[in-house]
């Protein structure tokens, strides 16, 4: 065998190595489990902190709209202690043509060491022609055998699947990081370094995906994107407060 059919018969097994390895590498990250147990010292968890993707700070409100449709994302002065955790309320309101759709009081802790933030349940009061007519995906952890699931990694990492609601028959919706460097343009703004996240269910088929800004939090769900960034902190330090996009 000459020197030249040595090289290409080396060549070639090299290659055969590195597929394979390739191979098992994307097999391993498709089969990667859903975390769903979070070793948590409970009093490291603070009720106000900041995430990268995710703010924990009073007053601190994201409006996203679409068409007719508008949600309000509204961090409240408020806490409740739920599974033994003093949380921070954070409450959604959703509305469509100016009436009430849905109301919901979310309840957060951060982690003072990694900057995560757990998802501890919600109340939920779902409207019809102005009244509530349902509490629909309402959970807490620690009642009826839910658990805290994680909203948002400090670090987070593409690959990353984990659990963000755990209470079976009710809610079991989990995150897969997709990508840390998105680039989104809304009318007037581009967002960088934006954090896509694919959003599935254990308890039914479909996916969803959302953007967050880096230093912002949430900037797109489904159809909606957002219009207003109001900061009452960023106020007291001389910066601008309130930002409205596409005008």
């Not at 003072?112 to 509490?135: A, Q």
């Not at 079976?168 to 934006?194: N, Q, V, Y």
């Given at each position: 065998m000459n020197t030249l059919t040595i090289l290409r018969s080396l060549t070639a097994v090299t290659l055969a190595v590195a597929v394979t390895a390739c191979a098992a590498e994307k097999a391993a990250a498709e089969e990667r489990p859903w975390c769903d147990i979070f070793s948590v010292d409970k009093a490291d968890l603070a009720d106000t902190g900041k995430n990268a993707y995710f703010m924990l700070v009073p007053g601190y409100r994201l409006i996203l709209e679409h068409g007719n449709q508008r949600l309000v994302i509204s961090v409240l002065d408020e806490t409740k202690v739920v599974d033994g955790v003093k949380t921070r309320v954070v409450e959604e309101r959703e509305t469509q043509d100016g009436r009430l759709v849905e109301?919901?009081?979310?309840?957060?802790?951060?982690?003072?060491?990694?900057?995560?933030?757990?998802?501890?349940?919600?109340?939920?009061?779902?409207?019809?022609?102005?009244?509530?007519?349902?509490?629909k995906g309402a959970w807490l952890a620690g009642v009826n055998g839910a658990k805290f699931g994680l909203m948002m990694p400090?670090?987070?990492?593409?690959?990353?699947?984990?659990?963000?609601?755990?209470?079976?028959?009710?809610?079991?919706?989990?995150?897969?990081?997709?990508?840390?460097?998105?680039?989104?343009?809304?009318?007037?703004?581009?967002?960088?370094?934006?954090?896509?996240?694919?959003?599935?269910?254990?308890?039914?088929?479909?996916?969803?995906?959302?953007?967050?800004?880096?230093?912002?939090?949430l900037i797109k769900d489904g159809n909606l994107l957002l219009v207003e960034v109001d900061c009452p902190e960023c106020k007291s330090k001389g910066v601008q407060h309130s930002i409205r996009f596409g005008q």
């Open positions: 109301v919901s009081r979310n309840y957060y802790a951060m982690s003072r060491t990694t900057g995560d933030v757990y998802y501890f349940g919600e109340d939920v009061d779902i409207y019809k022609d102005g009244k509530v007519t349902s509490h400090g670090r987070p990492e593409v690959g990353d699947r984990y659990y963000q609601e755990l209470a079976p028959g009710i809610a079991m919706d989990r995150a897969e990081i997709i990508s840390l460097r998105e680039r989104f343009t809304t009318p007037a703004k581009t967002f960088e370094r934006c954090l896509r996240v694919r959003e599935t269910s254990g308890m039914k088929s479909g996916s969803e995906d959302k953007l967050y800004a880096y230093g912002v939090g």
